[in-house]
């Protein structure tokens, strides 16, 4: 089965501190693609950041980073100097090579001023 | 720049009635998905379309049918609304074989109400 599993169902974080969401997955594909999505109180899907599991880089969109851990089935999101509208709600999401999204269950993220 | 389209934005509906979904994917994407969020509930894939063929098919119920037009759009066709219908139903486009590469755009969903 091809899952995607996200274990931390609410995060805080004070403003311009950093915190790491969790995300772990399973699958036998060797080629896949992995995504962070936030949605907002607006319900609106947004893409954070994507990681190719061909590639060993961690990618890297400006505050955000990933930790993708191939091996371990592991994809950490990590938020640097956490923003009052980096309050949302976050998806952990894979493409397991047959273009549909599969998602975690979420993990509601919550800034202290 | 130019955005997936959804309409109507928010529909009522009372059970067993019919609803139909619209979707307007950004100009010049092909492909069409629709994904189903209940409420505190991660979206869940229904179906797609590349084409207007249908290409991938989810946990999408018999009372529920789909299909892409020649321009297309897409439109989502509900059969006897039952109370557990009521969600957010996403629709998101891409161009080809690029939804493998993150270049799936969703548009800001469709909320049904089934009372």
Redesign the interface.
């Known amino acids: 089965a091809q899952t995607v599993t996200q274990s931390q169902p609410e995060m805080s974080v004070q403003e311009a501190e950093t915190v790491t969401l969790s995300c772990t997955y399973d699958t036998s594909e060797s080629d896949y693609?992995l995504?962070w999505y936030k949605q907002p109180p607006?319900?609106?899907?947004?893409?954070v950041i994507?990681q190719?599991a061909y590639k060993q880089q961690n990618a890297t969109e400006n505050r955000f980073s990933v930790n993708f851990q191939k091996a371990a089935k592991s994809f950490s999101l990590k938020i640097s100097d956490s923003q009052l509208g980096d309050a949302a709600m976050y998806?952990c999401g894979a493409?397991f090579?047959?273009?549909?999204?599969?998602?975690?269950?979420?993990t509601r993220l919550t800034i202290i001023p | 720049a130019a955005g997936v389209i959804q309409s109507p934005r928010h529909l009522i509906k009372e059970k067993r009635e019919t609803a139909t979904l619209k979707c307007y994917p950004i100009p010049r994407h092909d492909t069409v998905y629709w994904y189903q969020q209940g409420p505190g509930q991660d979206p869940q894939f229904l179906i797609s379309f590349y084409e207007k063929m249908q290409s991938d098919k989810g946990s999408i119920p018999d009372r529920f049918s789909a299909q892409q037009f020649s321009d297309y759009h897409s439109e989502l066709n509900m059969s006897s609304l039952e109370l557990g219908d009521s969600a957010l139903y996403f629709c998101a486009s891409s161009l080809g074989g690029l939804a493998a590469l993150g270049e799936q755009y969703f548009g800001p969903g469709t909320r049904l109400t089934v009372t």
Do not use: A, D, P
Request: aromatic share 18%.
């Open positions: 693609y995504f607006s319900r609106q899907m947004i893409l994507r190719e998806f493409n090579g047959n273009e549909k999204l599969t998602f975690g269950t979420g």
